[in-house]
C-alpha cells in the first residue's frame, strides 16, 4: 500500500509539470500600419502652399461615420467661420478655392475682398440632405464643407440664401462663379439650382462624382 501510494503522488507532481505540447502559442508579431502615403503627400501640399493646419487622429463613429486622414484647418489667410474635420483633400480644395476663385471673384464682381467666410460646417454623422433611409451623407465621411455666407471688407454681407437669385446682378454673378470654380476643384458641387435643400448655400464634397448643379 505505501509503495503505491508514491507511485500515485509521482504521477500527481508529473501532472503538474507542463509538458512542450501545454506551451502556450506565440504572440504574433504586431501589425505595422504605414500612414496612407496620398494623405502623407496632400498634407504635405497643405503646407507648401502655406496652410496652417493641425492634422487629427483618425476616428471611426456609429453608423459607418468616420473622420479619416483628417485636419482642422487653422489660417487660411481669411478667416472661416464653424470648421470641423475635413478630410485633406477636401481641407486643401476649400484653401484653394478660396485663395485662387473667392478673393478673385469678389474683387471682380464686388469690388471688395472678402474678410470673413461662413461656413455651414464640415463632418456631420447623418445621411444626404438629413432625409432618413437615404445613404450617408459625405459630411459622414468628414468628406465635405457647406458655405452659407461672405463678409466683405466693406462691410456688406453676402448669403447664398439672398443673393443666388435676389436683384443684385452683381452678387449672382460673384455667387455663381464661385460655385462653377468649386465645381472645377471638386467632385461635386451643388447650389440653390440643385434642390430645395440647398438653397441657403453652396456644397462641396469629394465623394463621387463629377457633378455639378
Known amino acids: 500500500m505505501r509503495g503505491r501510494g508514491v507511485v500515485v503522488a509521482l ?3 508529473a501532472g503538474c509539470i507542463p509538458s512542450g505540447r501545454d506551451k502556450p502559442p506565440p504572440k504574433a508579431p504586431p501589425v505595422s500600419i504605414e ?3 496620398q494623405v502623407l503627400q496632400c498634407l504635405g501640399a497643405l503646407g507648401r502652399e502655406g496652410v496652417r493646419f493641425k492634422p487629427l487622429p483618425d476616428r471611426y463613429f456609429a453608423n459607418g461615420c468616420t473622420a ?3 485636419v482642422q484647418l487653422l489660417d487660411i489667410g481669411t478667416p472661416v467661420t464653424n470648421l ?3 478630410t485633406c483633400p477636401v481641407a486643401r480644395g476649400f484653401a484653394g478655392w478660396v485663395r485662387e476663385a473667392v478673393q478673385p471673384a469678389a474683387t471682380a464682381w464686388l469690388g471688395s475682398p472678402v474678410v470673413r467666410i461662413e461656413s ?3 463632418y456631420s454623422c447623418r445621411p444626404v440632405n438629413n432625409q432618413a433611409g437615404a445613404r450617408l451623407s459625405e459630411h459622414g465621411r468628414a468628406n465635405a464643407v457647406d ?3 461672405f463678409v466683405l471688407a466693406d462691410g456688406r454681407r453676402i448669403t447664398v440664401a439672398s443673393g443666388w437669385n435676389g436683384g443684385d446682378e452683381d452678387v449672382r454673378r460673384f455667387l455663381r462663379a464661385v460655385h462653377d470654380a468649386g465645381c ?3 467632385q461635386v458641387g451643388l447650389g440653390p439650382d440643385a434642390n430645395a435643400f440647398h438653397r441657403d448655400h453652396l456644397h462641396f464634397d469629394m465623394g463621387r462624382g463629377p457633378y455639378c448643379r
Do not use: C, H, N
Request: aromatic residues 4%.
Open 11 to 13: 504521477l500527481l507532481v
Open 35 to 37: 500612414p496612407d502615403k
Open 68 to 70: 479619416v486622414g483628417a
Open 84 to 86: 470641423g474635420a475635413m
Open 120 to 122: 455651414l460646417g464640415t
Open 147 to 149: 458655405v452659407g455666407a
Open 184 to 186: 472645377r476643384r471638386f
